[in-house]
């Protein structure tokens, strides 16, 4: 199992972004969170397998069809903590 922070940037608030997320996260068995961030993006921190994850990774990317993503930044951390589930933050 691996943790990832993931960066999005583009038009990924009010679209429903970190529901899909969430819902692309439970197909592939990840768990973690996705919230808000305050300039425009979203957060992501997604632990699970690295075939799990580069799938989520890809779908990350495409985004729903009410989303624009312009830019992903994505970072291998050292895992801090252990989820059960992936949870949309406030």
């Known amino acids: ?3 990832l922070q ?10 429903g972004y970190r529901y899909y997320t969430q819902m692309k ?4 068995g990840i768990t973690g969170w996705v919230k808000n961030l305050p300039e425009g993006g979203v ?3 997604a ?9 989520f990774t890809d779908e990350v990317r495409r985004g729903n069809p009410f989303s624009t993503v312009n830019h992903i930044e994505v970072n291998e951390t050292e895992k801090t903590e252990t989820y059960k589930s992936f949870a ?3």
């Open 1 to 3: 199992m691996i943790q």
């Open 6 to 15: 993931i960066i999005v940037t583009g038009e990924v608030q009010g679209v």
């Open 25 to 28: 996260a439970i197909q592939f």
């Open 43 to 45: 957060e992501i921190l």
């Open 47 to 55: 632990s699970g397998s690295r075939p799990d994850l580069e799938k």
């Open 88 to 90: 949309i933050k406030y």
